[in-house]
């Protein structure tokens, strides 16, 4: 089946530090990426997402690059900021076909805490 | 403005008790979806429905009804048959199941 690893949290960094959640998946065919975010007591807003390998989606200073060779789309930032603090969850929509139409799969989430 | 609104924001449970959250969108999405977020835990589908007056089960349905009579509403129903109801629940919704979801601002169920 479809899976979503992301790396062990918390991250606590300072500000201006340079950020990377890493994240691995495990899915047939061409999955959609996705990297969303959630704020303390608030639902999910998507953050940036890639459809096709090699794509790089990028928002508010934050990239991440669809590897189909290693399987992996993680996150970066040049210079995090406090208002960055909150946590990152990676997930994955299947290709068009088969029994999971639509459904995402998340991985666990990354917690982090940005200090001035 | 466009979005996705849940309520209550809060909401608490007695023992035996059945309970209903509330999803609305204005988005004009065909598909809707919950999902359960517990603490240290990604997402976990309940239920979802690509259309209105259909439905499907997610990976964790037991314990839990839906209905999509209207296409803007997709409310989930927590029934006394969940033993362990206590969590955020978050709706979400898409153009169609192959688009990107968007998601509400979430509910906290609490037991008393």
């Known amino acids: 089946g479809n899976s979503v690893t992301q790396m062990e949290g918390p991250v606590t960094l300072s500000e201006e530090a340079f950020l990377t959640i890493n994240c691995t998946y495990t899915a047939t065919g061409y999955p959609s990426l996705f990297w969303y975010v959630q704020y303390p007591g608030e639902g999910l807003q998507l953050l940036l997402k890639?459809?096709?390998?090699?794509d790089k989606g990028s928002n508010k200073g934050f990239e991440a690059t669809y590897r189909k060779e290693t399987t992996s789309f993680h996150l970066e930032k040049g210079s995090v900021q406090v208002s960055d603090s909150a946590v990152y969850f990676c997930a994955l929509r299947p290709d068009a076909g088969g029994t999971s139409y639509g459904k995402l799969t998340f991985g666990q989430g990354t917690i982090l805490t940005v200090h001035p | 403005d466009g979005g996705i609104t849940q309520s209550p924001k809060y909401l608490f449970r007695k023992e035996g008790q059945n309970v209903t959250l509330s999803c609305e969108q204005n988005?004009?999405?065909?598909?809707m979806y919950w999902y359960r977020q517990d603490p240290g835990q990604g997402l976990r589908l309940i239920y979802y429905s690509q259309i209105v007056n259909d439905f499907q089960k997610g990976d964790i349905a037991e314990g839990y009804s839906v209905s999509r009579e209207k296409k803007e509403s997709f409310p989930l129903t927590v029934t006394s048959a969940q033993k362990n109801p206590t969590a955020f629940y978050l709706c979400?919704?898409?153009?169609?199941?192959?688009?990107?979801?968007?998601f509400g601002p979430g509910t906290r169920l609490l037991v008393l």
């Open positions: 979400a919704s898409s153009i169609t199941g192959l688009k990107t979801q968007y």
């Open positions: 890639a459809t096709k390998a090699d």
């Open positions: 988005l004009n999405h065909d598909a």
